[in-house]
């Protein structure tokens, strides 16, 4: 449908993947994302985290609780949308306490063309809220890494539920190439 | 044949290697788990329904040295059939994914699940590139099952066909918490 296009000018997904690393996340569940494109690249270009594709993204729930049952720290990369598949088993982390990083690219707002990205798009914030997870909005780049590193001491720090919401302002609109 | 439920649990947990982790599926097969005598490392499932293959396997790529066994119903199996499919990409070496399939959704009333008309668990597995899959049909084969839990060296998924009985309830540790908790304490511990 459309590759992502990289900007070399863009650096927020090395400066996430470099808080990933000092964070000492060894697992990566992910459903392909455009937004995620170059942080996913990353992850599965380290031998030292294990990128795990997923069908959808509550999969990624469940392998995150497995991970800290295992002693490993992981991470979940998604798209808005992702986060409504997620909502029942986000149960998991709250009734058991287990930290669970999340990092979500936004749909259905700044610029989106896509009417269908809008419902969801449009209740992440107070749906995770609902669910228990501290939920931290950034729009521009230099927000992002701070962010994620806050994100990374509330969820292994404070054993719950934490997310960066990536604003489409900072991804920028879809770029559609064929 | 079909399998009492009970009696197959028992038989699969008989002679349990110290390394193997269970995580049985909400329901019945944490009850099952329960009564086959508790254990410290039994991550029983209260719910996160369709969650526990996932579950599974994050503990078994974090831990390739210990053995992980997911012990759950035809329903809950359904419910993430997706991650099947993501198990068939990964293939860790020690994970066993189990299916107790009766047919049946018992916590809600016995209902018909899907898998009575005609879903096939066992091509789902191998469709999804699972390399060694098991339909239990004997005694001895079951009594197989229970050694490859501790042995195998490849992702191994198994349908074991139970009756569609529904033995009284025996309730583990409800509080997820202190469930996680000596879960992890117990990885720690062979690992």
Redesign the interface.
Known sequence: MSAPVQDTAVTWPDELFDVLKRADIRQVGYVPDAGHSRLIARCKADPEIRDVVLTTEEEGIALAAGAWLGGQRSALLMQSSGVGNCINMLSLIRACRFPMLMLVTMRGEWEEFNPWQVPMGSIVEPALKLCDTSVTKVETPDQVAPAAQNAVQLAFGGDRAAAVLLSQKLIGRKVWVK | MTFERRAAMATLLANRPKDL?V?PGLGSCTWDAFAAGDDDRN?YL??????????????????PK?RVAVITGDGEMLM?L??L??IG??RPHNLAIVVFDNGLYGETGMQASHTQSGVDLIDVARGCGIERVLNVETEAQLRELAGLLGTSDRTLFARVPIMPDDPPRALPEKD??I??DR??RA??KVS
């Open positions: 982790f995580v991550f209260w719910g996160a329904m369709g969650g526990a293959a996932m579950i599974g396997l994050g503990l078994a790529l974090a831990k210990i993430g997706g991650s499919a993501t990409v990964q997820g918490v469930i996680k879960v992890r990885v720690e």
